[in-house]
């Protein structure tokens, strides 16, 4: 298991994922969830996956492989919107799963994979999408402006709470950074180091891109200063009737 977000915000995307593939008593592993493409002044692309692990990888080199070959009929260059990139997706995620599902099947193993993606094709607005095992998809709304793939509920209450289309970019970032540590701190199938790359809106580049560990300076100091936030607020709560003094 592992947990991915991306938020859209009026002045850009952010996305953050965890690292870990796979947790137990005695083995642990981990593997970048995130993967960026940028063709300055064209498109940003990115992509994040959860799920079976065989199946994201397929994708990603079949990705990878249509990218470099002039034959292939599409790649993430050729849509000229960003959901003809994400039925590409879809489709490709598929394929995988129908060539391994019977041997999966008899280990009683799962083939699906879930994927976010987002990102910019210059003279467009920024867009995320969320794409299905079954290979369909669904967009953000201004309602609820990020998606979620993976173990999502620990993470999902500050989003709620925090994140609105009119959210700096910066506290955005912040945001998806608590909601990656509440679901660390909660769930032992995710884990660091968490990556978080921000794209600001109409500038088709590389997005920032950071990754933290449990020792990283920012993410200590976030950490720390949200768990003191907590427990001041927690202390502040209004008292039971029975509580007050008379």
Not at 153 to 167: F, Q
């Amino acid at each position: 298991m592992t947990y991915c977000l991306a938020i859209s915000v009026n002045k850009g995307l952010v996305f953050a994922s965890d690292s870990r593939t796979n947790a137990g008593v005695d083995y642990v592993a981990t593997y970048s969830k995130m993967h960026r493409y940028a063709w300055p002044d064209e498109r940003v692309v990115v992509l994040l996956t959860a799920g079976s692990l065989a199946t994201s990888q397929a994708v990603v080199n079949a990705i990878n492989s249509d990218l470099e070959d002039p034959r292939a009929p599409f790649n993430l260059r050729k849509g000229k919107h960003l959901y003809d990139v994400a039925s590409y997706i879809g489709a490709l995620s598929q394929k995988e799963q129908q060539q391994h599902a019977p041997a999966l099947e008899k280990s009683n193993a799962s083939a699906e994979a879930s994927f976010i993606l987002g990102g910019q094709i210059a003279g467009k607005a920024c867009e995320i999408y969320m794409i299905y095992p079954q290979g369909n998809y669904i967009s953000a709304s201004e309602d609820t402006p990020y998606l979620q793939i993976g173990e999502n509920k620990y993470g999902k209450p500050i989003l709620d709470r925090i994140i609105t289309p009119h959210t700096s970019l910066e506290d955005a970032g912040r945001c998806a950074m608590v909601s990656l540590d509440s679901t660390v701190r909660s769930n032992i199938s995710v884990g660091l180091p968490i990556e978080l790359a921000i794209h600001t809106n109409n500038s088709i580049e590389a997005p920032w891109h950071s990754k933290y560990t449990a020792f990283s300076p920012m993410y200590k100091s976030m950490q720390k200063q949200w768990n003191e936030g907590l427990r001041q607020a927690f202390s502040g709560l209004p008292r039971f009737d029975w509580e007050k003094e008379d």
